[in-house]
Nanobody, 121 residues
């Protein structure tokens, strides 16, 4: 599976962005999909994940109520809708695909290249 993330950019605090992650291959619908982020000078952290069917999701406490993950298996794409963005959300956002439900980096087998989100105050 090859993943291509897009949709990042420079926004102001309180704005919204929607990230997309397009996957190649016919097995996209069998993968758990996750979003992680890495802020400057920090490690990569879990943001959210969605099961293969889209029936279950999980969010980091820091984004709960502001971010929404969704997927369209017909389009081989997973989305991350980010509302009320704050400066602390500034990071490179990575999408990832895995075979089992996980919130850990090691639980994912395939990674996109990342897309930069910068939130100014």
């Amino acid at each position: 599976v090859q993943l291509q993330a897009s949709g990042g950019g420079l926004v102001q605090a309180g704005d919204s962005l929607r990230l997309s992650c397009a996957a190649s291959g016919r097995t996209f619908s069998s993968y758990v999909m996750g979003w992680f982020r890495q802020a400057p000078g920090k490690g990569r952290e879990f943001v959210t994940a969605i099961t293969s069917s889209g029936g279950n999701t999980r969010y980091a406490d820091s984004v709960k109520g502001r971010f929404t993950i969704s997927r369209d298996n017909a389009k081989n794409t997973v989305y991350l809708q980010m509302n009320n963005l704050q400066p602390e959300d500034t990071a490179v956002y990575y999408c990832a695909a895995g075979s089992s439900w996980s919130m850990w980096i090691g639980g994912y087998d395939y990674w996109g290249q990342g897309t930069l989100v910068t939130v100014s105050s």
